[in-house]
């Protein structure tokens, strides 16, 4: 069965405190791996998608890289509105998307 | 721009009774999509349209229904809603196929008493 995890589930970084979260995924085929941002009370926003292993995009302070079998979101310097939850989701051959629990990010000043 | 916009934000509801989930865009997309987002878990996608009279199920469709009956609109409806169905639904469009990025409106909070 398809799966996406994301991990860790939450996250607490200091203001400039580099790190990355992880979207590990098992689909059958991989056709796209898309990063959403979502605020409370809000829907998510899209961020980036991923195509094909090696390929990376990058926005601001985030840079989201793709290889066979995961996907990661790296935060360079982030501030404390970077804090958010990131999902990520993957379709496969059928182009049926399936999207992880999400990590929660909390940047503190 | 709009964009995605959901009616109601907030609803409650008491077992049995019945109602519809409004969901608008002006992006001229042909795909919508109804999510369902419990706490712990991931969107699920409950049913989805290809286009004008289209739907579709997905993940997680029973005891709920779509209608299509217009581009720019998705109705999402409980014919007797449960407590299992207390959730936060989220509308969502695309552009062309299942594969492009989705825009999401800002969710409608329901609650099933």
């Known amino acids: 069965e398809d799966q996406v995890t994301q991990s860790p589930e939450a996250l607490r970084l200091q203001e400039g405190e580099s790190s990355s979260l992880n979207c590990s995924y098992t689909?059958?085929?991989?056709?796209?791996l898309f990063w959403y941002r979502q605020d409370p009370g809000k829907g998510p926003e899209f961020l980036f998608t991923?195509?094909?292993a090696g390929e990376e995009k990058e926005k601001e302070r985030l840079k989201a890289t793709l290889t066979k079998k995961e996907s990661f979101l790296h935060i360079t310097a982030p501030k404390p509105e970077d804090s958010a939850t990131y999902l990520c989701a993957a379709t496969d051959l059928n182009n049926d998307m399936r999207f992880g629990a999400g990590t929660r990010l909390t940047v503190k000043p | 721009n709009a964009g995605v916009t959901q009616t109601p934000k907030f609803r409650v509801l008491k077992t049995g009774q019945s109602m519809t989930l409004l969901c608008a865009q002006d992006?001229?997309?042909?795909?919508m999509y109804w999510y369902r987002q419990d706490p712990g878990m991931g969107l699920r996608l409950i049913h989805y349209?290809?286009?004008?009279?289209?739907?579709a199920k997905g993940e997680v469709p029973d005891g709920y229904n779509v209608s299509r009956l217009k581009k720019q609109n998705f109705l999402l409806g409980l014919e007797s809603a449960a407590p299992s169905q207390t959730s936060v639904y989220f509308c969502a469009s695309s552009l062309g196929t299942r594969n492009q990025p989705q825009h999401f409106g800002d969710g409608t909070r329901l609650s099933i008493l």
């Open positions: 349209s290809v286009g004008e009279g289209t739907t």
């Open positions: 991923l195509y094909s």
């Open positions: 992006m001229n997309h042909e795909y």
């Open positions: 689909v059958s085929g991989l056709r796209g």
